[in-house]
């Protein structure tokens, strides 16, 4: 599919401050080598540079839209374009980062095991990925993705989601010699008529709409704003609130 980085970077700010979160505790002073996956448009690549200066870092993304965004906002970055599900570095790595990207994958079961077996000794893996399946934002989502009409195009398109707290410490804790698991939820005040469709559809809703032709698309997002609409109204000052929950995990590899 394709990713529209302007869409995306519409609620830069929000999207960025879970990165800098699970940045913050990351145990590592001088780290040598560092892969952002799933790095979009190269912020949270910007902020491994900026607290690991030293460090070799790579940002990687499978959408060609945002690594070009990439590139012209980071010139002195570095970004490869590579499926980050079949990730493998040539050496274990002293930094994994994930931020807001390994939700799209299925198999969480082998994923850690796999993605923490890409660290060396002492190194970390950092990841942060939404638990928002009960949100009415998403759960309308596959609500309306479960239309007959579109149903077989759309249904594979929904993100797969998070497992819980406990089930990623029973996969990581036999090799690791730290882990740190937390869960947040921030509310994010956002701007604009019914900005909570804008923010799906930078997102969650971006597959779903991309696979729809011109009169399936308008049908579809005509009835997610109404149902938005009503499920995250505009208060009275304006702004509209979307709770927002999101699960973090720091490990570090025995």
């Known amino acids: 599919m394709t990713w529209s980085p302007g869409q995306y970077l519409r609620f830069a700010g929000p999207r960025l401050r879970p990165a800098a979160d699970l940045l913050a505790r990351v145990p590592l002073d001088v780290p040598g080598r560092?892969?952002?996956?799933?790095?979009?448009?190269?912020?949270?690549?910007?902020?491994?540079?900026?607290?690991?200066?030293?460090?070799r870092i790579t940002g990687i993304d499978s959408s060609g839209e945002m690594l070009a965004a990439a590139r012209a906002e980071h010139p002195g970055l570095s970004f490869e374009e590579h499926d980050i599900a079949a990730f493998s570095p040539s050496a274990p790595a002293d930094l994994v980062f994930s931020n807001a990207a390994l939700q799209w994958l299925p198999g969480h079961e082998r994923l850690m095991p796999t993605l923490m077996g890409c660290v060396k000794g002492g190194g970390v893996l950092a990841v942060q990925v939404p638990r928002v399946e009960a949100?009415?934002?998403?759960?309308?989502?596959?609500?309306?993705?479960?239309?007959?009409?579109?149903?077989?195009?759309?249904?594979?398109?929904?993100?797969?989601?998070?497992?819980?707290?406990a089930a990623y410490y029973g996969l990581l804790a036999p090799l690791a010699a730290a882990v740190d698991i937390w869960?947040?939820?921030?509310?994010?005040?956002?701007?604009?008529?019914?900005?909570?469709?804008?923010?799906?559809?930078?997102?969650?809703?971006?597959?779903?709409?991309?696979?729809?032709?011109?009169?399936?698309?308008?049908?579809?997002?005509?009835?997610?704003?109404?149902?938005?609409?009503?499920?995250?109204?505009?208060?009275?000052d304006g702004r509209t609130l979307l709770p927002f929950r999101r699960l973090f995990l720091v490990a570090v590899r025995n």
Do not use: I, K, Q
């Not at 956002?190 to 308008?218: F, H, Q, Y």
């Open 34 to 55: 560092v892969f952002d996956l799933g790095c979009g448009t190269g912020a949270t690549t910007a902020l491994l540079a900026a607290r690991f200066p030293r460090a």
């Open 135 to 165: 949100s009415p934002r998403v759960a309308v989502l596959h609500e309306l993705a479960d239309d007959p009409r579109w149903r077989d195009r759309l249904v594979p398109l929904l993100f797969p989601g998070a497992l819980d707290p």
């Open 183 to 236: 869960e947040t939820e921030y509310l994010h005040v956002l701007e604009g008529d019914n900005p909570v469709v804008e923010w799906s559809v930078g997102s969650a809703a971006a597959p779903l709409v991309a696979a729809l032709n011109e009169e399936e698309r308008t049908e579809f997002l005509a009835r997610y704003r109404a149902r938005m609409g009503a499920a995250y109204p505009r208060r009275p």
